[in-house]
Nanobody, 122 residues
Framework: AVRLIESGGGSVQTGGSLRLSCVASEFPFRTYCMSWFRQAPGKEREGLAAITVNGRSKFEPWDRFTISRNDGENTLYLQMRDLRPDDTAVYYC??????????????????WGQGTQVTVLE
């Protein structure tokens, strides 16, 4: 079974930075496309960044968020900077097998982690 465990969340002051990690196991991580999402209370889950196999392509529509992957360590990262109170949310990583490697920022991904809370203080 696909297993994804996020970490690195916490509380940070406005303008601060955080790096989230997502450790993958029980599946061939290097052959999957990966994405980061977040969901704030009362809002829909939204896509933040995605990366294809081998990091060949990245989708980073948010300038403040950078995605990367280390296939040797089965880990996905999200570097976040200049954080603001409206970035407060639960952040999730998602895994997509090769047949699902399109529209990677759409929320209909097949595999999800449990999320990590990020709180940005005023």
């Amino acid at each position: 079974a696909v297993r994804l465990i996020e970490s690195g969340g916490g509380s940070v002051q406005t303008g601060g930075s955080l790096r989230l990690s997502c450790v993958a196991s029980e599946f061939p991580f290097r052959t999957y496309c990966m994405s980061w999402f977040r969901q704030a209370p009362g809002k829909e889950r939204e896509g933040l960044a995605a990366i294809t196999v081998n990091g060949r392509s990245k989708f980073e529509p948010w300038d403040r968020f950078t995605i990367s992957r280390n296939d040797g360590e089965n880990t996905l990262y999200l570097q976040m900077r200049d954080l603001r109170p409206d970035d407060t949310a639960v952040y999730y990583c998602a895994a997509s097998p090769p047949s699902w490697c399109s529209r990677l920022l759409d929320a209909d991904r097949p595999y999800w982690g449990q999320g990590t809370q990020v709180t940005v203080l005023e």
